[in-house]
């Protein structure tokens, strides 16, 4: 599997930062992963790095993490994740959200919770999420039913 993270802004909280790369770690042996991060600026400039990150990914499937977008239990998007059969990139823009044109290449649009969550967080339950997806689609013990 191939997952890249195209995330906007550097985590400035050095145990979130930890904890993120520590998920990442624990990725490598289910998925090769890659994090980009873009610099934080207007919503505007932000999409536009988005967009482009995204061209540049010409056949990947594209979720954007957004608030009005699907929730999933997280056995529900082991099965959503285990269905791509190419690339995914993970799209979480800066603070203020994204730009329309953003949402609109979405191949899913992903909801954490209805809860607003700093990106920070975002960025963080990301991580946590995707590795416990891939371990319950290899039938890892990380996740309890």
């Given amino acids: 599997m191939l997952i890249k993270a195209v995330l906007i802004g550097k985590l400035k909280d050095k145990s979130i930062q930890a904890r993120c790369d520590e998920f990442v770690k624990w990725l490598g042996p289910y998925a090769k992963i890659e994090v ?4 934080d600026s207007t919503v505007e400039k932000e999409g536009q790095a988005l967009l482009k990150a995204i061209e540049k990914e010409k056949n990947a499937a594209v979720v954007v993490l957004s608030e009005e977008g699907k929730e999933f239990t997280s056995t ?3 099965d959503v994740l285990g269905k791509f059969d190419r690339k995914v990139l993970f799209i979480i823009g800066g603070p203020y959200g994204l730009a329309p044109e953003v949402k609109a290449k979405a191949t899913l649009l992903w909801s954490l919770s ?3 969550f700093t990106h ?3 960025r963080l339950l990301l991580f946590e999420q995707l590795f416990r997806a891939v371990n319950i689609l290899h039938g890892g013990s990380y996740h309890n039913p």
Avoid: I, N
């Avoid at 980009?36 to 610099?39: A, S, Y």
């Fill in 36 to 39: 980009l991060e873009l610099p």
């Fill in 76 to 78: 529900g998007f082991a």
């Fill in 114 to 116: 209805k809860l607003t």
């Fill in 120 to 122: 920070e967080l975002a």
